[in-house]
């Protein structure tokens, strides 16, 4: 039988702890309220009395754990309270799936506290590992522990400990995704280990900071000759030293870059340094280049002057020349024009070209530079000009 109280049962005084006077007139006023608010016997009025005046008692947390081998499942465990927190400590190398949470337990994972905000009566736990992992094979004495508290805890992933090698722990294998924060993973520096399933790649860093000395087994970049792994080369700064072997593709009109030294290069020269460059600009290059782009104008003139032998006749000013990069003509007479040509002999007039009279010139340097025989002609016998090839 459950019975109301009224509300106006205990009263407050106002003017700090009660006297004794005050507390029996306080008790006699309370007896009274439940007395005329309950009706029945004597001892169901004791009874009712008996609880208003007695203090709630705090309700005391539910726990508890189970022990289960490898080997063993469970399956539809009745709690016997509401669950709201489940507890793993796995001390296998297997992996495990849970209900109700229905995620799996990774092999060494130890701490992990997970929360069921809605609460539970009956779990089920499974020695599965996830579609596509392969389970170790199983060491006999292990066993992972659950356990269920009726309290709500806040979530933690747990450590994640690899036995090693000789502990026959298999590779340690993280599969995401996983919630309550960072996962901490210990293993020997012989341990492999395989992170799959995650929306986004994992943070993988070395123990040695940038510009420090190498030390134990770092994290590093590296790269492929087409048959074994390699390190890639870098200076003091951090660039990449690198090799080009062969023409690079759509560069065309090799340029020999001179004075190729060390001082020059920032490198260490052996035998001649050529490089390939086209038309347009090399994309990325920024700084200043050293190289000897005058190379190709430097050396000595060879003169090729003279005059006209027989006015109106054509005759060889300079021989053709495989070697040559540049060759200036100029007209020396006052008053006529002088005609040349290359290879065919100079006419007169069309297709020769023309050298006005006092001093009209014609150079030849740079991309283009005819090594083909140079022909000359003029009206007049001993008709001048001044010839120079190199």
Do not use: C
């Amino acid at each position: 039988m459950s019975w109301e109280i009224p509300k106006n049962v205990v009263k407050q005084t106002q003017q700090g702890p009660p006297t004794i006077m005050e507390q029996l007139q306080l008790m006699n006023e309370q007896l009274g309220s439940v007395a005329s608010a309950v009706k029945g016997s004597p001892l169901e009025i004791a009874k009712a009395v008996k609880e208003a005046l007695t203090p709630p008692q705090p309700q005391l947390p539910n726990r508890q754990t189970w022990q289960t081998p490898v080997g063993t499942n469970i399956t539809d465990m009745a709690v016997g309270f509401l669950g709201r927190t489940l507890l793993v400590e796995n001390a296998t190398n297997q992996w495990w799936f849970v209900k109700p949470l229905d995620r799996f337990i990774q092999p060494y994972q130890t701490g992990l506290i997970l929360p069921v905000p809605d609460g539970f009566q009956v779990f089920s736990l499974q020695q599965t590992a996830p579609v596509g992992l392969a389970q170790a094979g199983q060491i006999a004495g292990q066993a992972i522990t659950i356990t269920v508290d009726s309290r709500e805890f806040l979530a933690s992933p747990g450590v994640v400990q690899s036995t090693g090698g000789g502990g026959g722990g298999g590779n340690v294998t993280i599969v995401g995704p996983l919630t309550g924060g960072a996962v901490d993973v210990a293993f020997p520096s012989t341990q492999p280990v395989n992170v799959t399933g995650f929306t986004a790649p994992p943070q993988v860093q070395g123990t040695v900071a940038a510009g420090g000395a190498i030390g134990g087994n770092p994290v590093q970049m590296g790269g492929s000759d087409g048959t074994l792994v390699r390190e890639l080369s870098v200076d003091t700064a951090g660039r990449a030293n690198v090799n080009v072997n062969g023409n690079v593709a759509g560069i065309t009109n090799p340029v020999t870059v001179a004075q190729a030294t060390a001082a020059n290069l920032n490198a260490t020269v052996a035998g001649t340094v050529t490089a390939n460059i086209g038309t347009g600009n090399l994309a990325g290059i920024t700084g200043t280049v050293n190289t000897d782009a005058s190379a190709a104008r430097r050396g000595t003139l060879t003169d090729r002057s003279g005059t006209i032998t027989t006015g109106g006749t054509a005759q060889q000013l300079a021989a053709a020349n495989a070697s040559r990069k540049y060759l200036v003509i100029q007209n020396q007479h006052a008053t006529e024009v002088l005609w040349f040509n290359f290879t065919t002999t100079a006419v007169q007039s069309e297709p020769s070209f023309q050298l006005a009279a006092g001093g009209g010139s014609f150079v030849m340097e740079g991309e283009f530079v005819s090594t083909e025989a140079v022909s000359v002609i003029a009206a007049t016998t001993g008709h001048p000009w001044t010839a120079k090839e190199g």
